[in-house]
């Protein structure tokens, strides 16, 4: 079932845009206090608790909602902002605040991206040329962390691409953990697709945290850029089709059809 077409998660993300609009919020990053406190979330605690954070019901309309304090910043905010959402998603329904069904899960991030990241905002902050670097950006100015950027803004549709999530294993290697939503072509590899580490191409993302990638597609010849950047084990990688070339950077020639090598790093220094 996909979430969007059902009529409670459109019901739910229209309230939650009708509350930045009730909160007046005219710029990233949103204030999430103030929406917290239009929905009647009267405590914010940060404490050391297991679990990303809780949303208690004090009664009369008026909740507490409890953060982990080893969170980090971008994600106790999407923590807060799920908890609005369930919120939201009770006053829309019988009132009950049950937690830990999938759908309602998923329809709670989904309000939480809402609030975090605008559509309206997002929109007008997104160019041509998006890459990492421009996710990156925009997850300084939204105050998001950077996947949950980028997801955003391939889900909205503006743009066509593909992030890729690679985590780094002990060896070396890489394995493909989350698969693009928002793309125009097909990958040759699926969620689980592992990089061996003695690929030159792995080895110099190893020495290098970010830069720009070509990739052709071995089968087809289609040429793909993009570019990355690595976080710790995490690698993201966003790629797009070379028809839509990034402005200011050098196009490069194609790798030849059905050549073996995946991808090529940029050259240094660009
Ligand atoms: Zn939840």
């Known amino acids: 079932m996909n979430a969007e077409t059902t009529g409670r998660a459109h019901r739910v993300l229209e309230a939650a845009r009708r509350l930045l609009d009730d909160c007046a919020i ?9 929406l917290a406190r239009h ?3 009267g405590r914010i ?7 990303d954070g809780q949303l208690l ?3 009369d309309g008026d909740y507490e909602v409890i953060l982990s304090r080893n969170a980090s ?5 999407f923590t807060l902002a799920h908890e609005i959402g369930h919120i939201l998603v009770a006053a829309h329904e019988d009132g009950s605040m049950s937690c830990g069904d999938g759908p309602t899960e998923e329809l709670c991030n989904r309000v939480a991206a809402e609030l975090l990241m605008p559509g309206r905002f997002v929109h007008a902050a997104i160019t041509a040329d998006m890459d990492v670097s421009g996710f990156r950006r925009l997850a300084t100015q939204f105050q998001c962390s950077l996947e949950a950027t980028g997801w955003r803004v391939l889900n909205l549709g503006q743009i066509t691409g593909a992030l890729l999530v690679w985590r780094q294993q002990d060896d070396g290697s890489l394995e493909l953990t989350a698969a693009p939503r928002t793309f125009g072509f097909g990958l040759p590899f699926d969620p689980g697709h592992v990089l061996e580490g003695d690929l030159p191409f792995v080895r110099q993302l190893a020495q290098r945290s970010d830069g720009p990638l070509a990739y052709t597609h071995p089968a087809s010849g289609k040429a793909y850029r993009g570019d990355y950047v690595r976080l710790n084990k995490v690698l993201l990688m966003f790629l797009k089709t070379d028809g839509a070339a990034v402005p200011g950077r050098r196009r490069r020639a194609a790798a030849a059809p059905g050549q073996r090598e995946l991808f090529r790093s940029g050259e240094a220094g660009e």
Not at 26 to 34: N, S
Not at 73 to 77: A, I, L, Q, S, W
């Open 26 to 34: 005219e710029r990233a990053p949103v204030d999430l206090v103030r």
């Open 73 to 77: 910043h971008t994600r106790r905010r």
């Open 45 to 51: 605690r940060e404490l050391d608790i297991r679990l």
């Open 39 to 41: 929905v009647g979330i």
């Open 57 to 59: 019901e004090r009664g």
